[in-house]
Protein backbone atom coordinates (compact mmCIF):
# COMPACT_ATOMS: atom_id res chain seq x y z
CA UNK A 1 0.00 0.00 0.00
CA UNK A 2 1.64 2.98 -0.94
CA UNK A 3 2.04 6.44 0.93
CA UNK A 4 -0.47 8.51 -0.63
CA UNK A 5 -3.12 5.47 0.35
CA UNK A 6 -2.05 5.64 4.22
CA UNK A 7 -2.71 9.58 3.60
CA UNK A 8 -6.07 9.14 2.95
CA UNK A 9 -7.51 7.80 5.99
CA UNK A 10 -7.37 10.63 7.98
CA UNK A 11 -4.86 9.51 10.85
CA UNK A 12 -1.33 9.41 11.22
CA UNK A 13 -0.03 5.93 11.01
CA UNK A 14 1.62 6.00 14.25
CA UNK A 15 -1.66 7.23 15.85
CA UNK A 16 -3.68 4.85 13.98
CA UNK A 17 -1.78 1.22 14.32
CA UNK A 18 -2.59 0.90 18.23
CA UNK A 19 -4.42 -2.79 18.47
CA UNK A 20 -4.32 -5.97 16.40
CA UNK A 21 -7.16 -4.81 14.55
CA UNK A 22 -5.46 -2.03 13.18
CA UNK A 23 -2.59 -3.47 11.88
CA UNK A 24 -4.79 -6.35 10.23
CA UNK A 25 -6.80 -3.22 8.75
CA UNK A 26 -3.46 -1.76 7.66
CA UNK A 27 -2.04 -5.27 5.60
CA UNK A 28 -5.23 -5.94 4.12
CA UNK A 29 -5.67 -9.17 6.29
CA UNK A 30 -7.80 -10.69 8.88
CA UNK A 31 -6.89 -10.14 12.72
CA UNK A 32 -6.13 -14.12 13.27
CA UNK A 33 -3.77 -14.18 10.45
CA UNK A 34 -1.87 -11.30 12.08
CA UNK A 35 -1.75 -12.89 15.56
CA UNK A 36 -0.45 -16.17 14.11
CA UNK A 37 1.83 -14.14 11.73
CA UNK A 38 3.26 -12.48 14.52
CA UNK A 39 3.31 -15.77 16.56
CA UNK A 40 5.76 -17.21 13.62
CA UNK A 41 2.92 -19.96 12.85
CA UNK A 42 3.40 -21.58 9.70
CA UNK A 43 -0.07 -21.58 8.74
CA UNK A 44 0.71 -18.32 7.48
CA UNK A 45 2.48 -18.11 4.18
CA UNK A 46 6.03 -16.59 4.43
CA UNK A 47 5.39 -13.82 2.15
CA UNK A 48 2.10 -12.53 4.28
CA UNK A 49 4.07 -13.05 6.99
CA UNK A 50 7.40 -10.95 6.48
CA UNK A 51 4.73 -8.26 5.14
CA UNK A 52 3.08 -8.09 8.01
CA UNK A 53 6.05 -8.20 10.49
CA UNK A 54 7.76 -5.30 8.33
CA UNK A 55 4.66 -3.57 9.01
CA UNK A 56 4.29 -3.92 12.34
CA UNK A 57 8.13 -3.01 13.29
CA UNK A 58 7.80 0.44 10.63
CA UNK A 59 4.58 1.76 12.73
CA UNK A 60 6.17 0.73 16.11
CA UNK A 61 3.35 -1.61 16.91
CA UNK A 62 3.73 -3.73 20.03
CA UNK A 63 0.94 -7.08 20.96
CA UNK A 64 -0.52 -6.06 24.22
CA UNK A 65 -1.16 -8.99 26.31
CA UNK A 66 -4.41 -9.08 24.71
CA UNK A 67 -3.26 -9.79 21.67
CA UNK A 68 -0.83 -12.43 23.11
CA UNK A 69 -3.98 -14.60 24.12
CA UNK A 70 -5.46 -14.05 20.89
CA UNK A 71 -2.17 -15.72 19.46
CA UNK A 72 -2.27 -18.60 21.96
CA UNK A 73 -6.15 -18.99 20.73
CA UNK A 74 -8.06 -19.74 24.41
CA UNK A 75 -11.28 -18.89 23.82
CA UNK A 76 -12.37 -22.16 25.50
CA UNK A 77 -14.75 -23.17 22.70
CA UNK A 78 -14.82 -25.40 19.46
CA UNK A 79 -16.84 -24.55 17.08
CA UNK A 80 -18.65 -27.68 15.50
CA UNK A 81 -20.18 -26.95 12.14
CA UNK A 82 -22.93 -28.82 10.25
CA UNK A 83 -22.69 -27.72 6.55
CA UNK A 84 -26.07 -28.57 4.64
CA UNK A 85 -24.86 -28.15 0.65
CA UNK A 86 -26.61 -31.41 -0.35
CA UNK A 87 -29.04 -32.02 1.46
CA UNK A 88 -30.65 -28.68 2.82
CA UNK A 89 -33.80 -30.28 4.54
CA UNK A 90 -32.07 -32.13 7.15
CA UNK A 91 -32.22 -31.45 10.51
CA UNK A 92 -29.53 -31.35 13.18
CA UNK A 93 -31.84 -33.87 15.17
CA UNK A 94 -30.98 -36.49 13.19
CA UNK A 95 -29.73 -39.54 15.11
CA UNK A 96 -26.24 -39.76 13.23
CA UNK A 97 -25.95 -36.13 13.88
CA UNK A 98 -26.78 -36.37 17.45
CA UNK A 99 -24.78 -39.12 18.26
CA UNK A 100 -21.59 -37.67 16.91
CA UNK A 101 -22.35 -34.43 18.41
CA UNK A 102 -22.54 -36.28 22.20
CA UNK A 103 -19.92 -37.93 21.65
CA UNK A 104 -17.57 -34.88 20.77
CA UNK A 105 -19.50 -32.81 23.58
CA UNK A 106 -17.82 -35.73 26.06
CA UNK A 107 -14.66 -35.35 24.49
CA UNK A 108 -14.56 -31.49 24.94
CA UNK A 109 -15.88 -31.63 28.41
CA UNK A 110 -13.34 -33.39 29.50
CA UNK A 111 -10.69 -31.24 28.12
CA UNK A 112 -12.03 -28.11 29.83
CA UNK A 113 -13.69 -26.63 26.58
CA UNK A 114 -17.14 -25.48 25.62
CA UNK A 115 -19.27 -26.59 22.34
CA UNK A 116 -20.75 -24.10 20.40
CA UNK A 117 -22.88 -25.78 17.50
CA UNK A 118 -24.07 -24.28 13.87
CA UNK A 119 -26.23 -25.70 11.16
CA UNK A 120 -25.18 -23.95 7.62
CA UNK A 121 -26.64 -23.88 4.78
CA UNK A 122 -23.68 -22.77 2.34
CA UNK A 123 -25.18 -20.36 -0.14
CA UNK A 124 -21.61 -18.95 -0.77
CA UNK A 125 -18.11 -20.21 -1.24
CA UNK A 126 -16.91 -17.75 1.51
CA UNK A 127 -19.19 -19.18 4.56
CA UNK A 128 -16.36 -21.16 6.28
CA UNK A 129 -13.83 -18.37 5.64
CA UNK A 130 -15.79 -15.68 7.50
CA UNK A 131 -16.76 -17.79 10.53
CA UNK A 132 -13.10 -18.55 10.74
CA UNK A 133 -12.35 -14.85 9.88
CA UNK A 134 -14.73 -14.20 13.49
CA UNK A 135 -12.28 -15.32 15.80
CA UNK A 136 -14.82 -16.89 18.18
CA UNK A 137 -13.79 -20.05 18.86
CA UNK A 138 -10.05 -22.01 18.64
CA UNK A 139 -11.02 -24.54 16.14
CA UNK A 140 -13.21 -25.97 14.34
CA UNK A 141 -14.63 -29.64 14.00
CA UNK A 142 -17.01 -30.27 10.58
CA UNK A 143 -18.81 -32.53 10.74
CA UNK A 144 -19.63 -34.37 7.13
CA UNK A 145 -18.17 -32.74 4.27
CA UNK A 146 -21.32 -33.00 1.77
CA UNK A 147 -20.76 -31.30 -1.43
CA UNK A 148 -18.30 -28.80 0.40
CA UNK A 149 -14.31 -30.44 -0.28
CA UNK A 150 -13.19 -27.81 -2.27
CA UNK A 151 -14.34 -25.07 0.28
CA UNK A 152 -12.33 -26.90 3.20
CA UNK A 153 -9.76 -27.63 0.77
CA UNK A 154 -9.47 -23.80 0.22
CA UNK A 155 -9.78 -22.65 4.02
CA UNK A 156 -7.42 -25.66 4.99
CA UNK A 157 -4.34 -23.63 2.90
CA UNK A 158 -4.37 -20.66 5.30
CA UNK A 159 -5.63 -22.13 8.43
CA UNK A 160 -4.33 -24.85 10.57
CA UNK A 161 -6.90 -25.93 13.30
CA UNK A 162 -9.93 -27.84 11.67
CA UNK A 163 -10.83 -31.29 11.36
CA UNK A 164 -13.61 -32.70 9.60
CA UNK A 165 -15.49 -35.85 9.53
CA UNK A 166 -15.58 -37.59 6.45
CA UNK A 167 -14.11 -39.16 3.53
CA UNK A 168 -10.09 -39.21 2.65
CA UNK A 169 -9.05 -39.12 -1.20
CA UNK A 170 -6.07 -38.57 -2.61
CA UNK A 171 -5.01 -35.01 -2.95
CA UNK A 172 -7.26 -33.77 -0.18
CA UNK A 173 -6.00 -30.58 1.48
CA UNK A 174 -8.19 -30.38 4.60
CA UNK A 175 -7.52 -33.33 7.61
CA UNK A 176 -10.51 -35.41 8.31
CA UNK A 177 -11.36 -38.39 10.35
CA UNK A 178 -13.60 -40.99 9.36
CA UNK A 179 -14.44 -44.64 7.87
CA UNK A 180 -12.96 -46.42 4.92
CA UNK A 181 -16.43 -45.68 3.16
CA UNK A 182 -15.24 -47.45 -0.34
CA UNK A 183 -14.62 -50.72 2.00
CA UNK A 184 -18.03 -50.43 4.16
CA UNK A 185 -19.86 -50.28 0.37
CA UNK A 186 -17.86 -53.37 -0.88
CA UNK A 187 -18.79 -55.04 2.39
CA UNK A 188 -22.36 -54.34 2.88
CA UNK A 189 -22.75 -55.34 -0.92
CA UNK A 190 -21.01 -58.60 -1.04
CA UNK A 191 -22.93 -59.88 2.29
CA UNK A 192 -26.20 -58.86 -0.16
CA UNK A 193 -24.73 -61.46 -2.61
CA UNK A 194 -23.83 -63.70 -0.64
CA UNK A 195 -27.21 -63.90 0.70
CA UNK A 196 -28.57 -64.52 -3.05
CA UNK A 197 -29.61 -61.25 -3.75
CA UNK A 198 -29.64 -60.58 -7.78
CA UNK A 199 -30.83 -57.48 -8.05
CA UNK A 200 -29.60 -54.71 -5.31
CA UNK A 201 -30.93 -51.19 -4.97
CA UNK A 202 -28.17 -48.41 -3.54
CA UNK A 203 -30.22 -45.55 -1.88
CA UNK A 204 -28.30 -42.41 -1.19
CA UNK A 205 -27.63 -39.16 -2.30
CA UNK A 206 -24.35 -39.02 -4.35
CA UNK A 207 -23.52 -35.39 -3.92
CA UNK A 208 -21.58 -35.88 -0.96
CA UNK A 209 -18.51 -37.90 -1.31
CA UNK A 210 -19.25 -40.30 1.58
CA UNK A 211 -21.71 -41.39 0.07
CA UNK A 212 -20.30 -41.67 -3.67
CA UNK A 213 -17.61 -43.63 -2.47
CA UNK A 214 -20.03 -46.23 -0.61
CA UNK A 215 -21.79 -46.73 -4.01
CA UNK A 216 -18.07 -47.04 -5.57
CA UNK A 217 -17.67 -50.09 -3.13
CA UNK A 218 -21.06 -51.59 -4.36
CA UNK A 219 -20.08 -51.41 -7.83
CA UNK A 220 -16.75 -53.29 -7.01
CA UNK A 221 -18.77 -56.28 -5.37
CA UNK A 222 -20.75 -56.04 -8.10
CA UNK A 223 -18.04 -56.55 -10.77
CA UNK A 224 -16.49 -58.80 -8.45
CA UNK A 225 -19.32 -61.38 -7.62
CA UNK A 226 -18.99 -63.86 -10.33
CA UNK A 227 -22.24 -64.21 -10.92
CA UNK A 228 -25.12 -61.96 -12.68
CA UNK A 229 -26.07 -59.38 -10.17
CA UNK A 230 -28.03 -56.03 -10.88
CA UNK A 231 -27.16 -52.66 -9.37
CA UNK A 232 -29.35 -49.96 -9.24
CA UNK A 233 -28.88 -46.14 -8.15
CA UNK A 234 -31.76 -44.25 -6.37
CA UNK A 235 -31.32 -41.02 -5.31
CA UNK A 236 -32.48 -40.60 -1.99
CA UNK A 237 -32.76 -37.50 0.76
CA UNK A 238 -31.42 -38.40 4.08
CA UNK A 239 -34.54 -36.79 6.07
CA UNK A 240 -36.63 -39.62 6.75
CA UNK A 241 -39.95 -37.59 5.72
CA UNK A 242 -38.70 -37.17 2.28
CA UNK A 243 -36.59 -40.75 1.88
CA UNK A 244 -39.57 -42.44 2.20
CA UNK A 245 -41.18 -40.74 -0.80
CA UNK A 246 -38.00 -41.44 -2.88
CA UNK A 247 -38.17 -45.19 -2.46
CA UNK A 248 -42.17 -45.12 -2.54
CA UNK A 249 -41.77 -43.32 -5.96
CA UNK A 250 -39.17 -46.12 -6.70
CA UNK A 251 -40.84 -49.21 -5.87
CA UNK A 252 -44.41 -47.86 -7.85
CA UNK A 253 -42.38 -47.52 -10.73
CA UNK A 254 -40.01 -50.48 -10.79
CA UNK A 255 -41.24 -53.92 -12.54
CA UNK A 256 -40.59 -55.81 -9.49
CA UNK A 257 -39.21 -55.06 -6.39
CA UNK A 258 -35.26 -55.61 -6.16
CA UNK A 259 -34.44 -58.02 -3.44
CA UNK A 260 -31.63 -55.89 -2.02
CA UNK A 261 -31.37 -52.47 -0.54
CA UNK A 262 -28.38 -50.66 0.20
CA UNK A 263 -28.96 -48.08 2.32
CA UNK A 264 -26.28 -45.06 2.12
CA UNK A 265 -27.43 -44.31 6.10
CA UNK A 266 -29.19 -46.90 8.93
CA UNK A 267 -32.17 -44.16 8.95
CA UNK A 268 -32.69 -44.62 5.69
CA UNK A 269 -32.68 -48.43 5.73
CA UNK A 270 -35.18 -48.08 8.70
CA UNK A 271 -37.46 -46.37 5.95
CA UNK A 272 -37.17 -48.66 3.70
CA UNK A 273 -38.26 -51.40 5.55
CA UNK A 274 -41.51 -49.40 6.97
CA UNK A 275 -42.39 -48.47 3.17
CA UNK A 276 -41.82 -52.31 2.31
CA UNK A 277 -43.81 -52.91 4.74
CA UNK A 278 -46.78 -51.20 3.40
CA UNK A 279 -46.43 -52.80 0.66
CA UNK A 280 -46.58 -56.51 2.34
CA UNK A 281 -43.25 -57.22 1.46
CA UNK A 282 -41.08 -58.43 4.67
CA UNK A 283 -37.66 -58.18 5.15
CA UNK A 284 -35.99 -60.59 4.91
CA UNK A 285 -38.75 -62.72 3.35
CA UNK A 286 -38.82 -60.40 0.30
CA UNK A 287 -36.21 -57.81 0.80
CA UNK A 288 -33.16 -58.18 2.65
CA UNK A 289 -31.61 -54.57 4.09
CA UNK A 290 -28.09 -53.73 4.80
CA UNK A 291 -27.76 -49.89 6.60
CA UNK A 292 -24.59 -47.55 7.21
CA UNK A 293 -23.50 -46.11 10.54
CA UNK A 294 -25.02 -48.82 13.39
CA UNK A 295 -26.92 -46.25 15.38
CA UNK A 296 -28.18 -47.41 18.60
CA UNK A 297 -31.67 -47.64 16.78
CA UNK A 298 -30.56 -50.52 14.27
CA UNK A 299 -30.09 -52.98 17.44
CA UNK A 300 -33.73 -52.37 18.75
CA UNK A 301 -35.36 -52.22 15.40
CA UNK A 302 -37.94 -54.72 14.27
CA UNK A 303 -36.38 -56.39 12.86
CA UNK A 304 -32.80 -55.79 13.86
CA UNK A 305 -30.79 -54.45 11.16
CA UNK A 306 -27.90 -55.37 9.74
CA UNK A 307 -25.37 -52.45 8.83
CA UNK A 308 -22.32 -51.09 8.24
CA UNK A 309 -20.98 -50.18 11.50
CA UNK A 310 -18.82 -46.74 12.10
CA UNK A 311 -16.60 -46.79 14.98
CA UNK A 312 -18.41 -43.17 15.95
CA UNK A 313 -16.76 -42.83 19.71
CA UNK A 314 -13.27 -43.93 18.27
CA UNK A 315 -13.77 -41.26 14.90
CA UNK A 316 -14.86 -38.49 18.12
CA UNK A 317 -11.72 -38.99 19.94
CA UNK A 318 -9.46 -38.87 16.84
CA UNK A 319 -11.57 -35.31 15.67
CA UNK A 320 -10.76 -34.06 18.95
CA UNK A 321 -6.97 -35.17 19.56
CA UNK A 322 -6.06 -33.84 15.83
CA UNK A 323 -8.02 -30.82 16.39
CA UNK A 324 -5.80 -30.06 19.66
CA UNK A 325 -2.67 -31.12 18.33
CA UNK A 326 -3.28 -28.41 15.30
CA UNK A 327 -4.55 -25.82 17.83
CA UNK A 328 -1.08 -26.32 19.25
CA UNK A 329 0.27 -25.44 15.74
CA UNK A 330 1.46 -29.03 14.76
CA UNK A 331 -0.18 -30.68 11.70
CA UNK A 332 -1.64 -33.82 11.47
CA UNK A 333 -2.71 -36.65 8.92
CA UNK A 334 -5.96 -37.63 7.72
CA UNK A 335 -7.46 -40.71 9.80
CA UNK A 336 -9.33 -43.67 8.03
CA UNK A 337 -11.02 -46.43 10.21
CA UNK A 338 -11.95 -49.58 9.07
CA UNK A 339 -15.59 -50.35 8.78
CA UNK A 340 -17.50 -53.44 10.22
CA UNK A 341 -20.17 -55.60 8.57
CA UNK A 342 -22.55 -56.39 11.46
CA UNK A 343 -25.16 -58.99 10.73
CA UNK A 344 -28.64 -59.25 12.08
CA UNK A 345 -32.12 -60.30 11.27
CA UNK A 346 -32.95 -57.62 7.92
CA UNK A 347 -30.85 -59.93 5.83
Same mark, same amino acid.
Request: hydrophobic residues 45%; charged residues 25%.
Given at each position: ?????????????????????????????????????????????????????????????????????????????????????????????????????? @???????????????????????????????????????????????????????????????????????? @?????????????????????? @???????????????????????????????????????????????????????????????????????????????? !???????????????????????????????????? !???????????????????????????????????
Amino acid at each position: MSGPEFRQRGKSLAEKVRTIYDLADLAGVSAATVSRALAGKEVVSAKTADRIRKLAKEHGFQPSPTARNLRTRKRGAIGVVIPLGHERGQHISDPFFMTLIG @CLADELTERGFDLVLSRVIPDRDDWLQKMIDADRVDGFIIIGQSDQSKVLDAAAKTYLPMVAWGAFVQGQVH @CSVGTDNYLGGRLATQHLIEQG @CRSIAFLGDTKAIELSLRLEGARAAVADAGVQVELVEIPTHLAAELSGEDIAAFLDNAERAPDGFFAASDMIALTAIQVL !AGRRLTVPGDVRVVGYDDLAIARSSVPPLTTIRQDI !ASGASHLVDNLFKRIEGRPTGSVVLNPELIVRAST
